[in-house]
């Protein structure tokens, strides 16, 4: 499979700008792997696709409001600051991703907020855009943090084209998100309401949660050609002793187990035995699945329609099978489904 293969003319109107007006009344296409067909739902006829001792694979990340602007000493110029990760809480050292780039140098000073009340010093260069910052702040670590989540604005990937508005801060979020590290929302899970997870409690259906926390390397365009040569970034991931245990047993007793977005698949292709069972796992992957590529534990999966050379794009019809993927993507277009974020969502069985 060559990158070439995923390009696909995206009209710009069918990215999403804004979220369904409830989470569950998205459209939802169904895909039928072995039937080859193609069905038209609403997301919430999704609970007629499972049964009590299924499994749905959640990614329990919340994202914190990752984008910052602060301005530059001296010439006072308006700097987008993008949290990507904290690497040491004591020192307040960030990785983050500068804009405009060229005019951020080792040794600059930002100041954020309108009183100046939080200061950063650039202290290295790590990539184009990417820079380390030390933030410079008079008060407890708990005190900084509540600063930042003051200072920070909902992170919308700019596909959405739009200015943040105060609905975002709760529509980019899961319902169920707990464990704070994302940058970006895992944009299957965000068609779940709580009526729709409380109706398929009733019906006997389980829930597993797991964790990655989204950065930026999920979105970092795909630059070769081959794509065995194309790097994903490392992500943390968590996967408690719990859900592996409930994901075994529901395969030991061949459930319906369902991955809730192509981060929840990567998370649990990442730990897989020899005998294909999910372990427990915690620690960082960087796995990239493409087709072709056997996989070992979710026999299904929820994903959002994704844009053309994207890796969740990838992903996506590694698991669906490339040619039944580029059809439905091709009636997706045709039937007017709303591609990325805030999109509409597709059942792959």
Request: aromatic share 10%.
């Amino acid at each position: 499979m060559k990158l070439s293969n995923f390009e696909f003319d995206l009209p710009e109107e069918l990215i999403a700008k804004y979220p369904a007006e409830h989470r569950d009344e998205s459209r939802l296409m169904v895909l039928n792997k072995k039937e080859g067909t193609i069905e038209h739902k609403m997301f919430k006829d999704l609970i007629n696709y499972f049964d009590e001792g299924d499994v749905l694979v959640l990614n329990n990340t919340k994202v914190f409001p990752a984008r910052m602007y602060g301005n530059k000493e001296k010439t006072g110029a308006r700097i987008e600051v993008f949290l990507l990760r904290e690497l040491n809480a004591e020192n307040r050292l960030w990785d983050v991703l500068v804009d405009p780039a060229r005019k951020i140098r080792i040794g600059n000073k930002l100041f954020f907020g309108e009183d100046d009340s939080l200061v950063a010093e650039v202290i290295d260069n790590t990539t184009s855009r990417g820079r380390t910052l030390r933030f410079l702040f008079d008060g407890s670590y708990e005190e900084f943090r509540a600063k930042l989540l003051e200072l920070g604005e909902t992170p919308l990937p700019r596909s959405i084209n739009r200015e943040v508005e105060p609905e975002d801060e709760e529509r980019y979020q899961t319902i169920y998100a707990k464990h704070e590290g994302a940058v970006a929302a895992p944009t299957a899970g965000l068609h779940f309401s709580k009526h729709l997870l409380k109706r398929l409690e009733i019906k006997g259906v389980d829930f597993a949660e797991t964790t990655l926390h989204i950065g930026l390397g999920t979105f970092s365009p795909v630059e070769v050609e081959d794509l065995s040569k194309h790097k994903m970034d490392s992500e943390q991931i968590i996967i408690p002793n719990a859900a592996s245990e409930r994901i075994n047993k529901a395969k030991a007793e061949k459930r319906r187990i369902c991955a809730v977005g192509t981060t929840v698949m990567r998370t649990v292709e990442s730990s897989v035995s020899a005998n294909h069972q999910l372990n427990s796992y915690e620690g960082w992957t960087n796995k990239f699945i493409f087709p072709p590529y056997d996989f070992s534990i979710a026999n299904s999966m929820v994903s959002n329609f994704h844009p053309p050379k994207s890796t969740l794009m990838m992903m996506t019809a590694a698991f669906a099978g490339y040619d039944l993927l580029m059809e439905a993507y091709k009636e997706a277009i045709k039937e007017g489904y709303k591609f990325s974020t805030y999109g509409d969502a597709m059942l792959i069985i």
